[in-house]
């Protein structure tokens, strides 16, 4: 018996696509401060201005009004 799958309700694709970008964002911010900085995140350096910690920051994207 061959057993049939659901299309994922609109909500469900939507969380997801919010996660997918979430992680996204978070990696391709964390390359670029690495980049930059010249280390990775928690390697010790004598720099007072060294990676310390995370701070939770808010992006606004045009998502929600594309009706994703």
Not at 8 to 26: G, I, N
Not at 27 to 45: I, M, N, Q
């Amino acid at each position: 018996m061959v057993k049939e799958k659901k299309a994922p309700r609109p909500e469900e694709v939507r969380a997801s696509l919010k996660e997918f970008v979430q992680k996204t964002l978070q990696e391709a911010l964390e390359a670029e401060l690495e980049d930059f900085l010249g280390y990775h995140k928690h390697h010790r350096t004598d720099n007072p201005n060294s990676r310390g910690g995370y701070t939770s920051k808010t992006v606004r994207t045009d998502l929600r009004r594309s009706g994703l």
